[in-house]
């Protein structure tokens, strides 16, 4: 089972700063937070990960909780190509990626 | 440099007809998946390998065959094809199982119908 929890659903309007929360209350020590999307049913898009410290790249910024039960996935300027479905994935050592239904995200014009 | 890439993308069969599904990745990744997805959810491990020569089940593996060829190639057969096993298959790879800090890469799928 999915170790995360995710809103089924967002819209948020182009241009503007998309925030995903994803919960993940039972997260241990040694587990990564990944952020994959999926557009029109392409395979699924790697976008950033991290361990308890706030990554950005490119594509995105994560920022995780201090207690590390939850994070949020900010596209700073969202664009209607980032309408897709967004997984929030918690990994551990040895472990395979589990998909969850993710949160389907809309940017509205 | 191609990445994952998925051979055939489309294809019909009828029940009880077999058929293979292809994987290759030039990223010399030592771990492979097989993934599929029904309409309206998120993926489903079928199988995986850790790396050449070993292969595991993953959470829905009824129904399915795998092959580690070499390490390029990770083959997905359907012995037996059956109307449930309609969906979308995405392979995937990754530097390594155990390795934590790395991410997977996705083919664009092969889109099954059985009917």
């Known amino acids: 089972d999915a ?3 995710q809103p ?3 819209d948020c309007a182009e241009g503007r700063a998309a ?3 994803c919960n993940h209350s039972t997260i241990s020590g040694n587990e990564y937070v990944y952020w994959y999307r999926q557009i029109h049913s392409q395979g699924p898009q790697y976008i950033i990960h991290g ?3 706030n990554e950005t790249n490119e594509m995105a910024s994560l920022i995780i909780t201090e207690d590390r039960k939850s994070s949020t996935l900010i596209l700073p300027h ?3 190509r980032d309408t897709a479905v967004y997984y929030c994935i918690v990994r551990g050592y040895g472990q395979n990626f589990v998909f969850g239904p993710g949160t389907r995200l809309s940017v509205l014009p | 440099n191609a990445g994952v890439t998925q051979t055939p993308k489309f294809q019909v069969l009828k029940t009880g007809q077999s058929m293979t599904l292809q994987c290759a990745q030039d ?3 030592n771990s492979m998946y097989w993934y599929r997805q029904d309409p309206g959810m998120g993926l489903r491990l079928i199988y995986y390998s850790a790396s050449e020569g070993t292969t595991d089940k ?3 593996p009824n129904g399915y065959n795998v092959s580690r060829l070499n390490k390029r190639e990770f083959s997905l057969r359907l012995e037996s094809a059956a109307p449930s096993q309609t969906s979308v298959y995405f392979c995937a790879a990754r530097t390594g199982t155990a390795s934590l800090n ?3 890469f996705f083919g664009q799928g092969t889109r099954l119908t059985v009917v």
């Open chain 2, 58 to 60: 993953g959470e829905v």
């Open chain 1, 3 to 5: 170790k995360t929890t």
């Open chain 1, 51 to 53: 361990l308890k410290n």
């Open chain 2, 102 to 104: 790395t991410e997977a």
């Open chain 2, 27 to 29: 990223m010399n990744h």
């Open chain 1, 19 to 21: 925030n995903l929360p």
């Open chain 1, 8 to 10: 089924p659903s967002m």
């Open chain 1, 78 to 80: 969202a664009t209607l």
